[in-house]
């Protein structure tokens, strides 16, 4: 196949440049959907000393054992009575409820959720917050059905959204966010029911608890499959996403959980591909690098707990707001950026090495199409620490190998400054590797210097490097690739650049 595609190369070269471009952004593009890690769906459990008064030494860590049917009916029937003694049998219920068995047999009880919610909906609102905890446990169960037989209380938790008291919003919304991950019938019956209008309301709340609650709803609703149909385009005509970018920049003023939480909900609104635009126009860009900018100053000082958190979401939403073809013009040159990039990469390595694979994606991105980029990495001097990750992780070379590829791709003033840079004499390590993806990726950057910059073909040679490419010259995917490049530093210097350079392009495209 490569031999048949080098020989039928015509004049000028111009296509197979293109046709190399082409390949690397369709690899790229690969690579970004295949880094999409998949999206974690959790439920949140708000539970203080639930097992206190039933004898449990810790409420929080003991699990009750299950129920006999008599004992659960016992137990409703405590509920249902009037007496002084409900509020004793609401919180035996709750602790009860914490057991699965126990909350299958609950919900199958008639008239078990009637009751709840008529408790619920009361106005002694010390039995409002037990049944409300009730209800919490409840939603907290892996059982579809038990989400289901809650369905008839989704309307109450809306209406108590706008309530007075922090901590009973906190459940509502906790517990809405919980019913919205396990159950569709859950969130088809919430959106008519006006959830995405009532979370922008209270989205103006001045409560950190209640914003971080509301963000955990939010980005449960936004990872559903029908999301990108059915519910952002509902978030898109609501004041959301302005807010969402304001409490996000704020994350470092404010508390950072909600700033987290937002921040993963803009994620997954990116990663939907349906509303990026709308995002841009909201000036979503220089926002968050701005506030990238920002975090890089906070974290080598007293960076808060849990920084990375936000840091990593951030640098997801930048990286895939670069990659996406929206119509808008996308313009970021300010060579801060990369200095923060770096800053990142050397704080938090160590302790959280997934920033580096987060980092590359958006550097990728960064020089990937116009040459600013490119330019100030080399001219701030950050090669090195680049090249210094490049056998961090298998991933991490291909990464690094890419941005590399990018930047020789810009032309020979750019391959010279390599070549300057120790870049030869790490790539042969490289080549010997057995990672047929990290080779090729190898192979591409030594085919754009040695086309822009002969004297690195030269170089190579000198270094031994022909001997590391023969090591591969049976390896299928990449035989063609390897017998071009030998093709080329074969040639006399000077030539190398010219004579088999239709075949060669032919071969890397």
């Known amino acids: 196949m490569w031999g048949g595609r080098r020989r039928g190369a015509g004049p000028g070269g111009g296509g197979g440049a293109e046709a190399l471009r082409a390949r690397r952004r369709e690899r790229e593009a690969a690579l970004r959907k295949a880094r999409r890690q998949e999206q974690l769906v959790s439920k949140r459990l708000l539970r203080e000393d639930t097992g206190a008064e039933e004898g449990g030494q810790d409420g929080a860590e003991s699990v009750p054992d299950p129920l006999s049917e008599d004992e659960v009916l016992q137990l409703l029937r405590g509920v249902q009575r009037g007496s002084e003694d409900r509020k004793r049998s609401l919180s035996r219920l709750r602790w009860a409820l914490q057991n699965k068995e126990t909350q299958q047999k609950f919900v199958r009880l008639d008239g078990s959720i009637r009751t709840l919610i008529g408790i619920f909906t009361s106005s002694l609102a010390d039995m409002q917050m037990e049944a409300a905890r009730c209800l919490h446990e409840l939603s907290h169960s892996s059982d579809p059905a038990v989400a289901e037989a809650c369905l008839p209380v989704t309307s109450y938790l809306l209406t108590y959204l706008s309530g007075h008291s922090v901590e009973f919003t906190e459940l509502c919304l906790y517990t809405l966010g919980n019913l919205v991950v396990e159950s569709e019938a859950v969130r088809k019956q919430l959106l008519p029911q006006g959830i995405i209008p009532v979370l922008a309301s209270c989205i103006q709340s001045p409560h950190e608890a209640v914003l971080e609650g509301l963000g955990y709803v939010l980005s449960q609703l936004l990872q559903a499959k029908e999301a990108p149909a059915e519910i952002i385009p509902l978030v898109l005509d609501s004041v ?113 090495p997934f920033i580096v694979q987060e980092c590359l994606w958006l550097l990728n991105n960064l020089t990937a199409d116009k040459p600013f980029f490119c330019s100030a990495l080399l001219s701030l001097d950050l090669l090195p620490a680049l090249l210094q990750l490049l056998p961090w992780s298998q991933m991490a070379s291909v990464l690094v190998l890419t941005v590399l590829c990018n930047i020789a791709e810009k032309g020979p003033a750019f391959c010279q400054q390599l070549h300057q840079q120790p870049a030869l004499p790490l790539l042969l390590p490289t080549l010997a590797l057995p990672d047929p993806e990290v080779v090729g990726q190898c192979l591409e950057l030594l085919h754009l210097l040695f086309l822009h910059w002969p004297e690195a073909a030269a170089d190579f040679v000198r270094q031994g490097g022909h001997r590391a490419l023969q090591q591969h010259q049976s390896t299928p995917e990449l035989q063609e ?19 088999p350079c239709h075949a060669t392009l032919s071969a890397f495209s």
């Open 240 to 352: 959301l996403p302005q807010h969402m970018l304001r409490l996000i920049c704020s994350g470092l003023k404010a508390g950072t959980g909600a700033a987290v939480e937002f921040a993963w909900c803009l994620h997954y609104i990116v990663c939907s591909h349906t509303a990026n635009a709308a995002l841009l126009s909201l000036g979503a860009l220089p926002a968050l690098t701005s506030l990238l900018l920002d975090l890089a100053s906070e974290i080598p000082q007293d960076a808060p707990e849990g920084l990375e958190l936000l840091v990593c979401p951030v640098l997801r939403c930048l990286s895939n707001l670069l990659a996406e073809e929206t119509g808008y013009e996308v313009q970021i040159q300010d060579e801060r950026l990369l200095i923060a990039l770096f800053l990142i990469l050397q704080c938090l390595l160590q302790q959280h």
């Open 481 to 499: 690739r390897v017998r071009a490049l030998l093709d080329m530093v074969g040639q006399p210097l000077g030539a190398a650049a010219f004579s």
